[in-house]
């Protein structure tokens, strides 16, 4: 803004930075409907200024005509405006639809809001704060939740957001296009610090962001998960060998499972992540529900590390059980399939 | 306030037609105003009378939106240095709940309804009064009581839940006075449903001989519509608002997740009775409005049947959009549809009575005085914060938007633009009959002039802040919305002086007004009809309906049917 600078002032956008193509979208609708808005109220304005200046009171004495109507004028502006608005509904519905088909190939991150941040975690172990990194043009999908209360993950160049709950994961997904530096606001409301919970979005070159990935490697999600998975003796159940008590867990994730109230469901995220912390919600056929609940014991962001581990589980990968650390509180103090545990 | 007092400019005589109510008889004593008696501050806090009722009712909601009024300069104030350095960011969480609860439920939501309403409802089809007189006093008790409790939790302790109270939050993490907060908005809630109920019934039960459905004049036919949501819609709020109580206090999952409940059902509860709210708080403005621009234009209502029945219509799919709250809060995919869709639907009748509005003053004699330029700022302000709901009823625009300042500026042009310059015109149409007197012309000339410009100083800026992402309810922001956040505080202080000065020159009026007689605008309702200030049963006389409630015309061309 010249204008700005003329007079010495910081520059002032009046527009938001277009991001993502779906940003490129949502700018064209809005247009479209400022366009046809802006026509609408110029007309009735314009009318306003033309009435109110030729029929201003000059005399006292002015006569004014009985009018009451004019039916076929009134029909046009109540049908009329039908037209323009289910052009705006369907356009915008057409540009929101793509929330719910995020690409299959989607780079995947997930991030969890608490009062009064953001933390992300990488498939590949990386973890930020308030900061999230993503390659251009590639879509990415991201998988939240809340360890509180509601928070809303704003992106204003993208022109996405979606709030996050307690309790459940949400989805969105971008394709960024344009590498830059771009604000990430909370938009939920959600307590003092609520104007802190802000933070960065950054869009980085494909191979920027591989190397960024590389230099902030920790271990996998998977592996961090594959520790908690020992740790917490999730294998003292779910195990390969001998007559198990609890389903082998590799090849999970995608699946459909059959529940014992003969229903099926499909083995996603907020599946497993119910196993964990829910386990008598969806019991899967035939076991026996004598899984423990791990609520309390896990935060959300290590509820993520285990879904990561289980989502990798190919065949043969589950480890033997390890009895050198006590099981988990809670857990039936005999092992499930006591006795063969040992091979 | 100096004495630059004016007599109006002498308007045409009444129309020739058959008058309205029959005069009094010649040689009848005439009935002492309402105003004077029975005298003696008892007699007021015990009075049965409408209009005594409405003038307690004045004085409360006016106390209120100087308290709500205050926490918006504050925050305003905050909001000129990105950093926020006024007040802390617990402060500022406290100040914009307490904004929003006080002037959403102790000063927009009642205000037409209690006070011009309650006045001149009765009037309007020929009453002595409302159906039940001791029940409106009751009203007033208990919406005070109710408005001691919140606002006393609000201000002298603090909430900081923002005035939708949305769980988690408000049961688990708020530690502020939340359940007192709440249990005075349940209280009001019952003064509401009291004085709903008694417009409806009033309205059915005592018009006047020949005041037929189609004679009402639209202020009625608003209240009726708005008397219908307030008993609809109210019991819901109560109930959600009791379940927050019971969540926070005795720990029963309902809303929280981590107690089993879920966070959404509230959402759903809320705006169900939220949303129909809005139209709680628009529809009598819209009442107003129609009185004031055919008044002003000396016009016949265009279109009398579609503006009725516009309000009804927008009373009932009120009821069908709250779901456009909740586009990003993860709701399924086909009630967003269904909800953006309806929202579209909704904006139809609302359109209808801008264009009638518009269509009204075609050929007509206007008058701009104080009242008509509130008329006419309320169409244009209304009609933008309307247009600028089409945007957010449209799903990919909305996702963008919500929950920043372009839906502050968007409600605030409907609710502020809208609502509150309805209330003041109508305030200003109405004193004259309420206290026999006029107020100075130029003085309230340029206080709605600077309302006006104040207004859209204050709230265009926030649309364009929206648009570029500012979150609502941010104590401090990022440093490139400084100059938009500093113009929108400038304008808000120009508002400022916009809504102080009535209270001035209307004071000055009380004393030293020149009497106004029974009709000074030359109106054509049954209220002009009697003394200013009326006496206490309103008309010497029950009158008789001839004719519909606007004849203003005098001559020409009849387009009528
Ligand atoms: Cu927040
Ligand atoms: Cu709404």
């Given at each position: 803004m010249d204008l700005f600078a003329a007079i010495g002032m910081p520059e002032v956008p009046l527009f938001p930075d277009q991001a993502s193509a779906h940003a490129g979208r949502v700018d064209r609708l809005f247009f479209f409907i400022l366009a046809v808005t802006g026509g609408m109220g110029a007309s009735v304005g314009l009318l306003l200024a033309v009435f109110a200046f030729r029929y201003r009171r000059r005399t006292a004495a002015d006569r004014t005509p009985r009018i009451t109507g004019f039916p076929l004028l009134e029909w046009g502006w109540t049908l009329g405006p039908i037209l323009p608005f289910a052009v705006m509904f369907a356009w915008g519905l057409a540009v929101y639809?793509?929330?719910?088909?995020?690409?299959?190939d989607a780079y995947e991150v997930f991030v969890v809001g608490k009062q009064w941040m953001w933390k992300v975690q990488h498939p590949g172990g990386q973890r930020e704060i308030n900061e999230l990194h993503l390659p251009a043009g590639r879509p990415v999908k991201v998988t939240l939740i809340s360890e509180d209360v509601i928070h809303d993950f704003g992106t204003p160049a993208f022109r996405k957001k979606v709030d996050v709950l307690p309790g459940r994961y949400v989805t969105v997904w971008y394709e960024p296009t344009a590498p830059g530096r771009y604000r990430l606001f909370c938009n939920q409301y959600c307590g003092t610090g609520h104007a802190d919970m802000v933070g960065a979005i950054v869009v980085q070159r494909p191979d920027e962001h591989s190397k960024w990935l590389r230099d902030h490697a920790e271990g996998s999600a998977a592996l961090e998960g594959r520790k908690l998975f020992l740790k917490l003796q999730c294998v003292s159940c779910h195990r390969t060998d001998g007559d198990a008590k609890a389903p082998v867990l590799e090849g999970l994730y995608g699946r459909r499972v059959l529940l014992r109230d003969g229903s099926t469901t499909e083995a996603d995220a907020a599946y497993i992540r119910d196993s964990i912390?829910?386990?008598?919600?969806q019991v899967a056929a035939p076991w026996e529900p004598v899984m423990p609940t791990f609520q309390g014991q896990v935060s959300e962001e290590e509820v993520l590390l285990l879904v990561a581990y289980v989502r990798s589980l190919g065949r043969g990968d589950l480890p033997r059980p390890n009895n050198d650390t006590p099981p988990p509180i809670g857990a039936p103090t005999e092992l499930p399939n006591a006795g063969g545990a040992k091979k | 306030m100096s004495t630059d007092l004016e007599v109006f400019p002498p308007l045409r005589p009444?129309?020739?037609?058959?008058?309205?109510a029959a005069p009094p008889l010649p040689g009848a004593a005439v009935a002492p105003s309402y105003l004077t008696e029975p005298h003696g501050w008892a007699s007021w806090l015990f009075t049965t009378d409408h209009k005594r009722i409405a003038i307690l009712y004045m004085v409360t909601v006016t106390l209120f939106f100087f308290v709500g009024g205050a926490a918006a300069t504050v925050i305003r104030l905050n909001l000129i240095a990105p950093q926020g350095s006024l007040v802390s960011a617990e402060l500022y969480n406290k100040l914009f709940t307490a904004h929003g609860i006080v002037m959403v439920w102790?000063?927009?939501?009642p205000v037409i309804p209690t006070v011009l309403g309650n006045f001149v409802l009765p009037m309007m089809i020929g009453a002595k009064d409302l159906a039940f007189p001791r029940l409106n006093l009751l009203s007033w008790y208990v919406f005070t009581a109710g408005a001691v409790i919140t606002l006393t939790a609000v201000l002298f302790g603090g909430v900081d839940s923002g005035w939708t109270f949305y769980p988690p939050f408000s049961t688990r993490s708020s530690y502020t006075y939340v359940v007192p907060a709440a249990v005075g908005i349940i209280v009001t809630g019952f003064s509401t449903i009291m004085t709903g109920l008694n417009f409806v019934i009033t309205v059915h039960t005592l018009r006047a001989p020949g005041m037929t459905w189609g004679r009402l004049p639209i202020f009625v036919w608003s209240n009726y519509a708005t008397s219908l949501i307030m008993l609809l819609a109210t019991p819901v709020l109560a109930a959600v608002l009791a379940l927050i109580a019971v969540e926070r206090l005795a720990g029963i999952g309902i809303f929280d997740p981590s107690l089993g409940g879920d966070p959404i059902l509230f959402q759903h509860l809320f705006w169900f009775y939220s949303h129909p709210a809005v139209y709680i708080m628009i529809l009598p403005g819209m009442g107003v409005v129609t009185e004031l621009v055919t008044c002003f234009s000396r016009k016949t209502l265009f279109g009398y049947k579609f503006v009725a029945a516009a309000s009804i219509c927008i009373a009932g799919f009120g009821f069908l959009v709250w779901g456009h709250h909740m586009f990003v809060a993860g709701q399924s995919l086909l009630a967003s549809i269904a909800f953006s869709a309806l929202s579209y639907l909704v904006a139809i009748p609302s359109a209808i009575k801008v264009f009638n509005w518009t269509a009204t003053m075609f050929r007509g004699s206007i008058a701009f005085e104080a009242p008509m330029l509130y008329a006419v700022g309320f169409i244009l302000l209304f009609t933008i914060g309307g247009m600028s709901g089409l945007f957010l009823a449209a799903l990919a625009v909305d996702q963008h938007v919500h929950d920043t300042y372009f839906i502050i500026a968007h409600f605030h042009f409907i609710m502020v633009g809208g609502m509150v310059s309805a209330y003041f015109g109508g305030l200003h149409y109405w004193w004259p009959k309420m206290t026999g007197r006029l107020y100075s012309r130029p003085w309230s000339r340029l206080a709605a002039l600077l309302i006006f410009a104040g207004f859209f100083l204050t709230f265009l800026p926030q649309f364009v802040l929206g648009y570029l992402g500012m979150p609502r309810r941010y104590h401090h922001y990022p440093p490139e919305f400084q100059v938009l956040n500093v113009l929108s505080s400038a304008g808000a202080s120009i508002l400022a002086v916009g809504y102080v000065l009535p209270f001035f020159y209307l004071f000055h009026s009380l004393r030293w007004g020149k009497p106004a007689g029974p009709n000074p605008w030359q109106a054509?309702?049954?209220?002009?009809?009697?003394?200013s200030p009326p006496p206490k049963h309103n008309f010497e006389q029950t009158p008789v309906i001839t004719r519909g409630?606007?004849?203003?015309a005098t001559g020409g061309t009849d387009h009528a049917r």
């Open positions: 639809r793509d929330n719910y088909a995020p690409p299959p912390l829910y386990p008598a919600k | 009444a129309p020739p037609s058959e008058p309205q102790f000063f927009l939501i054509t309702g049954l209220e002009w009809q009697t003394a409630p606007y004849e203003y």
